[in-house]
């Protein structure tokens, strides 16, 4: 199993920038696609955006297109969320995830379809 550990939430004000990282370790990172999901207090973990392996695809919830990039270096074996222009809204726990099987194709959005997960790191967003 991979183990991954994110990094670079914190306090910013809205329109704000911030970037997260998710370091992973335990295995090769370049054959999952890897995904962002968050939760926010008393509300369910939602999915937010998710990377292919071959690093050819990129998907983002509607509530985030245009504004957050996922990327990743395989070389580094580190994944990225790249979030701007953020809103009090996008206030929540960021969990980094790694998807339960290689070299899938195809959306995933769904906390089943990811077998690694971090702690998760905090966004806050102050209007």
């Known amino acids: 199993q991979v183990q991954l550990v994110e990094s670079g939430g914190g306090l910013v004000q809205a329109g704000g920038s911030l970037r997260l990282s998710c370091a992973a370790s335990?295995?090769?990172?370049?054959?999952?696609?890897m995904a962002w999901f968050r939760q926010a207090p008393g509300k369910e973990r939602e999915w937010v955006a998710a990377?292919?392996?071959?690093?050819?695809?990129?998907y983002y919830a509607d509530s985030v297109k245009g504004r957050f990039t996922i990327s990743r270096d395989n070389t580094k074996a580190t994944v990225y969320l790249q979030m701007n222009s953020l809103k009090p809204e996008d206030t929540s726990v960021y969990y980094c995830?790694?998807?339960?099987?290689?070299?899938?194709?195809?959306?995933?959005?769904?906390?089943?379809?990811?077998?690694?997960w971090g702690q998760g790191t905090q966004v806050t967003v102050s209007s």
């Open positions: 995830a790694a998807a339960r099987n290689p070299w899938t194709t195809g959306l995933q959005t769904e906390q089943t379809d990811y077998g690694s």
């Open positions: 335990g295995r090769p990172l370049s054959s999952y696609t």
């Open positions: 990377i292919s392996w071959s690093v050819h695809s990129t």
